[in-house]
């Protein structure tokens, strides 16, 4: 089973600044079969971004995916105050298995 | 793009059974694949079980393989999952999920979960 080791576990940063979440995978992941999902409190996950670096239907552009092999980054550019959430990432190439997120909050 | 509206959550005693089910809606609902996977606070999130849009091919996880079932009505546009011999592990929130067409590995539309308790 391919692990994901997602990090920091918490990331403390203020409104409008620059957030950086990293995954890192056990094994290769080859052509960045990885997606990441925000989760705010009490909300079903929303896929962000997906093959690594491709923004989903409706995202904007302050997400951004990054990374291939077995190292990957999401950055979020200008925290808004909707952005405080979860972050997971998932990987889909070999069966499928998710990161154990990375909390952002307030500052 | 499409909505998916679990229920069949609820309390039930270790040994017990529960069958979830999940309508799905504004979709071609036997064009997909679909998945349930569940959340817990202690182990996050996991993938449990997938079927394939004709109903043809199904995959469990190895923690619920030969006690979960996985299955689909096209005609109803609804999915099904029937838990058996249930464990306090799996208690957890379960979501019906549709994946994203341009990545078929990626889930795109979650329903809204349904809570499962397994307690005595």
């Known amino acids: 089973e391919i692990v994901l080791t997602q990090s920091p576990g918490t990331l403390s940063v203020s409104p409008g600044e620059r957030a950086t979440l990293s995954c890192r995978a056990s094994?290769?992941?080859?052509?960045?079969?990885l997606a990441w999902y925000q989760q705010r409190p009490g909300q079903a996950p929303r896929l962000l971004i997906y093959?690594?670096?491709s923004r989903a239907t409706g995202i904007p552009d302050r997400f951004s995916g990054s990374g291939s092999g077995t190292d990957f980054t999401l950055t979020i550019s200008r925290l808004d105050p909707g952005d405080f959430a979860v972050y997971y990432c998932?990987?889909?190439?070999?069966?499928?298995?998710f990161g154990g997120g990375t909390k952002v909050e307030m500052k | 793009q499409g909505q998916l509206v679990e229920s069949g959550g609820g309390v039930v005693q270790p040994g017990g059974s529960l069958r979830l089910s999940c309508a799905a809606s504004?979709?071609?609902?036997?064009?997909?694949?679909m998945y349930w996977v569940r959340q817990t606070p202690g182990k996050g999130l996991g993938w449990v079980a997938l079927?394939?849009?004709?109903?043809?091919?199904?995959s469990y996880s190895d923690s619920v393989t030969g006690r979960f079932t996985i299955s689909r009505d096209n005609s109803k546009n609804t999915l099904y999952l029937q838990m058996n011999s249930l464990t306090t592990d799996d208690t957890a929130v379960y979501y019906c999920?549709?994946?994203?067409?341009?990545?078929?590995?990626?889930?795109?539309?979650w329903g809204q979960g349904t809570m499962v308790t397994v307690s005595s």
């Open positions: 998932q990987q889909y190439g070999t069966s499928l298995t």
């Open positions: 093959g690594a670096s």
């Open positions: 504004g979709f071609p609902f036997s064009g997909y694949t």
């Open positions: 079927i394939s849009n004709d109903g043809t091919v199904k």
């Open positions: 999920v549709r994946p994203y067409t341009a990545a078929p590995g990626a889930f795109h539309i």
């Open positions: 094994q290769s992941l080859g052509s960045g079969n």
